[in-house]
């Protein structure tokens, strides 16, 4: 205070300044904070869009559709990152935003990939549409025809999701007719035209996806399904395991250690995420209420359902 | 008290694109201004004095030293209430009237609306712009501007004024103008400092001088003992007789037949025992008086 | 203080003597245009339109004006050199500074003040009815005018050390950028390196939030700006204000004038 006194009146201001605004900027940040949860709630509903129509906004963007793309596509993940925070399982939004999105860039490759996995996904993880997500990748490989992986991404779809193994071998097969494509993309046309849906197949298509991808959405989608691939496999090694105890004993064991204790393993069988397998009552293989691994094969007992929305 | 004292003052400027080098255009000014005084302070174009008027009237800072106005430091309101400003050129708002302007700068001052009207219309008078009241400042000759300059520095009858070029743009009958002006505030008991580097002017209106070249004061003091410093001369017109021819070695000036002989005071009976040795006719001693413009150029010379 | 206020009142007489307030002669068409148009679309949502057309526009319009004015404030003055009979009065710089802010703020309340005027007029004449929820646009009208009167401030400040063009640029900038701050702090939320976030999130709250002021559309669809929120708004606005006078006071009385 003394400093500001004997100051000149030049220097004064000086001071005031210096030694004053980063106290007000401190101030500023609970309040940014306060006042951004509260616009949030003034928002009309996160499910809402007051310009739905892509062409307008292509051409509002005045040239800039590049930018205006980026822009759309960080509220993509936003939308999604929230939806899933929120452990919400509907994702109205999820396809009109990435209409947008790719009509303000047709070579936005990240958002057409991105809408292929979750918007297939079924709920909670996606807005379990495959049929859109066909609809995307379509438009993406009329945008990018030189791009084979795109052929991949809609034959995954039609492989995993819609469970059409003619068609799935098709998209493989007409993707594999590009020169830079992989060798596997011929494969996997052959194999799933002969077999249709094997795990070993899944398995190497997740793969696929899972080290194609920058995306770390993508990347744990992919790990996810690879955990819950891997448990289904060691739950087929392990049922015969659990008949040779029911013929033993005449009972279906409570759980994995009695194996282990009857001699038939050697340690508690634990799934990809390190949790111990379980056994029902009616001798299935089960996973941990708590893993965070899933397979639509194998039942969890006692995990929590999700608020599915009504089909 | 002293109504300016600059103490040491000075100040450099950063000059040149990237590597900035420091130019200096006042170098340790000191000096005073005493009270009722008219004191002139002149110089060449670009010697320092608009930079030091500016100093003192706190619009620009100094690289070092000091100043004093009635007593306080430049900027001070308190004494800035007192002391009144026409700067160099002056350019107001061209979008307000003479009388505007008049009105708006005279409600620093706390002047009240009545207070201000008859301030206004006595000093747009007394500058000779009563009949350009409601003119746009835009449609302002140079002359009008400078008086209106003048008119904002006055109207609220400060103890000092400072004047900057005053009499700049402005025809012989707008600077007698002025310079009756400035007489009137010296009879008012006001002080008044002005820059000019038009000499005659300032010989008749101030008390003081001081001079300024290159940033440095290079001579400071009353008028008469400025000049007088020059030393008194004295001019002798003489004449040959027939036959006669001109002592040597003498710097005169011939017109006819009549020969013009300036040399000191002190020379002049010497003088007039030559010419007497060579027979002149001497026609008239007179004594010259020197003037300002003189020592000016003396001391420039040095 | 006074002072203060002789300076703002010519700040504003200079706005209007400018011819600044014919843009309201454009708004008024605007909005008549509007009207009309909005008339025979005749769809139910009728309001919504009008009332967002309207809010942005206001907003636009005085985005514009505090820049292109802003920037000018105490630039023209110092190239004009009308500042060095100004600074000779008895007034000290901060004075000028809090003036010229308070005059364009002034400005800008009384042409905002007619855009309102004339956007209930539009609202009455499609909607025959005014509620409750109408007077929600005044206070979306309000957190406009703190936007602006921020925007002004930081128009100022640049205006004392920058020439009209740069200061009108990073003045732009400013606003646009600011609008997207949230975009900002997403983007850092997403990005992979902890210093990234960490920058992203500075940066966030070193800027302007402008669109912390932005309730337009939430006003449209009738909703209710809470009381909390229009407090924390204003003193959001003032702290912001406070720290870029406080800057362009200290830049401005450590100016020599050319």
């Not at chain 1, 197949?201 to 744990?220: H, N």
């Not at chain 2, 200096?24 to 110089?43: C, I, K």
């Not at chain 3, 912390?212 to 204000?241: E, M, Q, R, S, W």
Request: glycine share 8%.
């Amino acid at each position: 205070m003394t400093l500001l006194v004997r100051a000149g009146s030049r220097a004064r201001p000086i001071i005031l300044a210096v030694v004053t605004i980063p106290v007000l900027f401190a101030a500023m940040v609970p309040l940014s904070q306060r006042i951004e949860a509260r616009i949030a709630e003034l928002e009309p509903g996160k499910d809402v869009l007051n310009v739905a129509s892509p062409k307008l906004i292509r051409q509002m963007s005045l040239g800039y559709h590049g930018l205006m793309a980026d822009i759309y596509w960080t509220r993509v993940v936003q939308y999604y990152g929230g939806k899933r925070r929120d452990q919400d399982a509907n994702f109205p939004l999820l396809e009109p935003l990435l209409d947008i999105t790719v009509t303000l860039d047709p070579h936005f490759l990240a958002a057409y990939k991105f809408g292929a996995m979750f918007l297939a996904e079924p709920p909670p993880k996606g807005a379990g549409r495959p049929e859109a997500a066909v609809k995307l990748i379509r438009r993406a490989i009329d945008a990018n025809p030189g791009d084979w992986r795109l052929w991949h991404d809609l034959g995954f779809i039609y492989y995993w999701d819609l469970k059409d193994y003619q068609k799935a071998s098709e998209a493989y097969a007409e993707g594999a007719r590009n020169p830079r494509a992989r060798d596997w993309m011929k494969v996997m046309a052959a194999r799933i035209a002969q077999e249709g849906g094997t795990r070993q197949t899944s398995q190497f298509l997740w793969l696929q996806v899972r080290d194609s991808t920058s995306d770390p959405s993508i990347r744990k989608n992919a790990e996810g399904h690879l955990m819950g691939l891997k448990a289904e496999e060691d739950a087929e090694r392990l049922k015969p395991l659990v008949d040779e105890f029911h013929r033993r004993t005449g009972r279906w064991p409570s759980a994995t250690s009695e194996l282990v204790a009857a001699g038939l393993l050697r340690r508690v069988p634990a799934d990809p995420a390190g949790f111990p397998y379980g056994v029902d009552q009616e001798g299935k293989i089960t996973l941990h209420a708590k893993s965070p691994v899933s397979s639509p094969l194998l039942p969890k007992p006692g995990a929590p359902t999700w608020a599915l929305p009504g089909k | 008290m002293p109504v300016v004292e600059a103490e040491q003052l000075t100040k450099d400027y950063l000059t040149g694109f990237w590597r900035k080098v420091p130019k200096r255009s006042l170098d340790g000014l000191t000096l005073e201004v005493r009270e009722n005084e008219v004191f002139g302070f002149l110089g060449p174009n670009g010697a320092g004095k608009t930079t030091t008027i500016k100093l003192l009237m706190n619009l620009i800072f100094p690289t070092s030293g000091s100043a004093r106005i009635l007593g306080r430091p430049p900027g001070d309101p308190s004494m800035l209430r007192r002391i009144g400003y026409l700067p160099e050129q002056p350019y107001f708002y061209d979008y307000l009237t003479a009388g505007e302007l008049l009105d708006y700068f005279a409600q620093f001052y706390g002047y009240d609306a009545a207070e201000r009207r008859r301030r206004v219309d006595r000093f747009l008078e007394r500058v000779g712009l009563a009949s350009s009241r409601d003119v746009q400042l835009r449609k302002f000759s140079k002359g009008m501007s400078q008086r209106c300059g003048l008119a904002q520095a006055i109207i609220h009858d400060p103890e000092a004024v400072f004047l900057d070029e005053p009499m700049s743009g402005l025809d012989p009958v707008g600077r007698r103008e002025v310079r009756d002006l400035i007489l009137e505030l010296k009879r008012e008991g006001r002080t008044v400092f002005f820059s000019t580097h038009i000499l005659p002017d300032a010989e008749t209106l101030c008390d003081r001088v001081g001079v300024l070249s290159d940033g440095r004061l290079r001579g400071c003091g009353a008028v008469e003992e400025l000049v007088s410093m020059e030393g008194q001369a004295v001019e002798i017109v003489f004449e040959l007789s027939a036959g006669a021819g001109l002592p040597d070695g003498l710097e005169v000036t011939r017109t006819g037949d009549r020969y013009r002989w300036q040399i000191p005071e002190a020379d002049l009976y010497a003088a007039i025992d030559r010419l007497r040795q060579s027979r002149a006719l001497i026609v008239s001693v007179i004594r010259i008086r020197p003037s300002l413009e003189d020592y000016f150029f003396g001391l420039m010379k040095k | 203080m006074t002072t203060v206020r002789i300076i703002a009142w010519n700040t504003f007489r200079e706005a209007v003597r400018d011819r600044v307030l014919y843009n309201l002669v454009f708004f008024a068409l605007l909005m008549m245009v509007a009207a009309i148009l909005v008339g025979q679309i005749s769809i139910g949502i009728e309001r919504l339109i009008i009332v967002n057309l309207g809010l942005t526009a206001i907003s636009l319009f005085g985005v514009v004006m505090a820049i292109f004015i802003g920037v000018g404030l105490v630039y023209k003055e110092m190239e004009r050199r009308t500042l060095y009979a100004l600074l000779t009065k008895p007034i000290l710089r901060w004075h000028f500074i809090v003036g010229k802010f308070a005059g364009l703020g002034l400005t800008l309340l009384v042409n905002t003040a007619f855009m309102t005027a004339g956007l209930f007029l539009a609202l009455y004449y499609v909607t025959r009815t005014l509620s409750l929820a109408d007077f929600q646009i005044l206070t979306a009208v309000y957190f406009i005018l703190l936007q602006l009167s921020l925007l002004t401030a930081l128009a100022l400040l640049l205006s004392c050390f920058a020439t009209p063009i740069v200061s009108l640029v990073c003045s732009l900038g400013l606003f646009i950028v600011g609008s997207f701050s949230q975009d900002i702090r997403a983007f850092g939320e997403m990005s992979q390196t902890p210093w990234m976030e960490g920058f992203a999130t500075t940066v966030y709250y070193l800027l302007p939030n402008f669109g912390a002021f932005n309730v337009i559309a939430g006003v449209a669809h009738g909703k209710t700006v809470p009381v909390a929120l229009i407090l924390d708004n204003t003193l959001y606005a003032l702290l912001y204000i406070v720290a870029a006078l406080l800057s362009a006071v200290a830049i401005f009385s450590n100016r020599n004038l050319k």
